[in-house]
């Protein structure tokens, strides 16, 4: 069956290092890759995904390339700020119309300090 | 945009109570939608595939007659958690898809005493 696997946290940074937080799959055919995160106290949020191999998903300083070699979907960031103290999820799902059911990682807790 | 509301937020029951949780899509119609559970520090398990107009699916260890799940409506979907533990405490969040994307609930955070 599918499965993702993340990297066990937590992560702890100083504000302005460089985050990696790997994920790997596995699943059959060509899944869909996301990144979530999770604020606390708050529900998931979307912060990025990529829908076939090679394609890089972007936001808010956050990268993910999907690498289908390596079955891999790392979350980078160049610049951590306190801000991004958050749960971070990776997730997949198939591709395909109607398909809407996600299977998620364990999740990641970073904690960035001043 | 589309958004998928749930409510409440944040609801404590007594022990031997049972609570609903409801899920609803604000913009756009939904055949399917998803419960998913979230134990402490542990990530999001799909509890349930909720379609409308039929029974819900569960996923293997989930007791369906404990976690009534109900679709009665394009745009709203129901869980009802019966005579409530305080094992069943955690969070639950719904999602529903349309077009390419999935859309989250803002999750219910349930404790019971």
């Known amino acids: 069956g599918n499965s993702v696997t993340q990297m066990e946290g937590p992560v702890t940074l100083s504000e302005e290092a460089f985050l990696t937080i790997n994920c790997t799959y596995t699943?059959?055919?060509?899944?869909?890759l996301f990144w979530y995160v999770q604020y606390p106290g708050e529900g998931l949020q979307l912060l990025l995904k990529?829908?076939?191999?090679?394609d890089k998903g972007s936001n808010k300083g956050f990268e993910a390339t999907y690498r289908k070699e390596t079955t891999s979907f790392h979350l980078e960031k160049g610049s951590v700020q306190v801000s991004d103290s958050a749960v971070y999820f990776c997730a997949l799902k198939y591709s395909g119309a109607g398909s809407y059911q996600l299977t998620f990682g364990k999740g990641t807790k970073l904690s960035v300090i001043p | 945009g589309a958004v998928v509301s749930q409510h409440p937020s944040r609801v404590i029951c007594k022990s031997g109570t049972s609570v609903k949780i409801e899920c609803r899509s604000l913009d756009f119609q939904a055949t399917t939608m998803f419960w998913y559970r979230q134990f402490p520090k542990q990530s999001l398990m799909l509890m349930a595939t909720s379609n409308e107009g039929s029974k819900a699916t569960y996923e293997q260890g989930v007791e369906k007659d404990k976690f009534l799940i109900n679709h009665a409506s394009l745009t709203l979907s129901t869980l009802t958690v019966t005579s409530a533990h305080p094992e069943d405490s955690s969070f639950y969040i719904c999602?529903?898809?349309?077009?390419?994307?999935?859309?989250f609930g803002e999750g219910s955070w349930l404790t019971v005493v």
């Open positions: 699943a059959t055919g060509y899944p869909s």
């Open positions: 990529a829908t076939k191999a090679d």
């Open positions: 999602s529903a898809g349309t077009g390419n994307t999935i859309y």
